[in-house]
């Protein structure tokens, strides 16, 4: 079965912040159905193989109660070879935290295209259904390990899912790998976040920038509550009715832009960006270019559809 049409951008369309308490109830049945056995059987190890026929019932369904953890990887390469063994020993080292999944991409032509995967390897993560691109490359095992950390704590905190709770195969259970301390004002900008309080989150994340100008939550952060903001009160059908009347209206390109974001429609959204920049000058082209950085700080820069709308935005700019 082919994956449901997921969002790449991690958090927005698919709800990382509206859905937050649905996903944790989820997780908490899965749980819940998992103990008394009415759940879907556990898989014989914590590093599966999966097809576009087990897509749905080993990553999406799995998703509910544990990080999952994509490998696409193909026998011809090399970096893959670096890769997966160091993922695959990870896996086993973060006992039931993640689970990971290894997609052979020369077999499944069609979740490679599902997920924009434009080169391998390529690692992405599946959270409660929510689809995640975290990096490419045969990575550094300290950026992997850091990048695992962050996923296994925004999992627990977003969505309440906190894994398995099983030993790695071999039957000898491991410590699991530490969580860093929780940082109070990235806590405080999330719960704001889940009550709903925009601008409440919007502060605490620029406060944490200030403090921290690199740090990378904060920035994603900052730029997803920001785009809540400007759309949670917008009438969609009036908004793209005044931008197919009036093509030249930078702002109201600029409204339609942030919808599509929202709704998912990545692609548009950076499309429309970008032809924006292309046929306005001055203040009104900077507006537009402003704009599509922000949202490329919402998706995350190792997005290829961010690396291929920052090249048009190149040739669009010069």
């Known amino acids: 079965m082919q994956p449901r049409n997921m969002s790449m951008s991690g958090v927005v369309d698919l709800a990382a912040v509206k859905a937050a308490g649905e996903a944790k109830q989820k997780a908490e049945q899965a749980r819940a159905d998992a103990a008394q056995g009415r759940g879907a059987p556990a898989p014989s190890g914590l590093v599966i193989d999966v097809s576009e026929a087990t897509f749905e019932a080993e990553v999406l369904q799995r998703s509910a109660e544990v990080p999952v953890v994509i490998d696409f990887w193909a026998e011809w390469c090399e970096p893959c070879k670096q890769l997966s063994p160091v993922l695959e020993r990870l896996t086993q080292e973060y006992a039931g935290r993640v689970l990971l999944a290894k997609i052979d991409v020369d077999r499944n032509q069609m979740l490679m295209q599902q997920f924009g995967v434009q080169g391998i390897p390529a690692v992405f993560a599946v959270v409660a259904g929510q689809a995640l691109p975290l990096f490419q490359g045969a990575a550094p095992e300290q950026q992997i390990r850091a990048t695992l950390d962050q996923l296994v704590q925004v999992a627990e905190q977003r969505f309440g899912i906190t894994g398995l709770a099983a030993p790695p195969e071999g039957g000898e259970e491991q410590p699991a790998a530490p969580q860093a301390p929780?940082?109070?004002?990235?806590?405080?900008?999330?719960?704001?976040?889940?009550?709903?309080?925009?601008?409440?989150?919007?502060?605490?994340?620029?406060?944490?920038?200030?403090?921290?100008?690199?740090?990378?939550?904060?920035?994603?952060?900052?730029?997803?509550?920001?785009?809540?903001?400007?759309?949670?009160?917008?009438?969609?059908?009036?908004?793209?009715?005044?931008?197919?009347?009036?093509?030249?209206?930078?702002?109201a390109q600029l409204q339609v832009a942030d919808l599509d974001m929202a709704g998912g429609h990545v692609e548009d959204a950076f499309g429309r960006l970008v032809d924006t920049v292309r046929r306005t000058a001055g203040e009104e082209r900077d507006a537009a270019r402003v704009r599509l950085l922000e949202l490329f700080e919402v998706i995350g820069a190792e997005d290829p559809r961010v690396v291929s709308a920052r090249a048009a935005l190149a040739r669009a700019l010069f």
């Open 182 to 251: 929780e940082d109070p004002v990235l806590a405080a900008a999330q719960e704001a976040l889940d009550a709903g309080d925009l601008s409440g989150a919007i502060q605490a994340y620029r406060n944490k920038l200030t403090d921290e100008p690199g740090n990378v939550e904060a920035k994603v952060g900052l730029a997803m509550a920001e785009l809540l903001s400007r759309v949670r009160e917008m009438d969609a059908r009036q908004v793209r009715k005044d931008a197919a009347d009036r093509p030249d209206d930078v702002a």
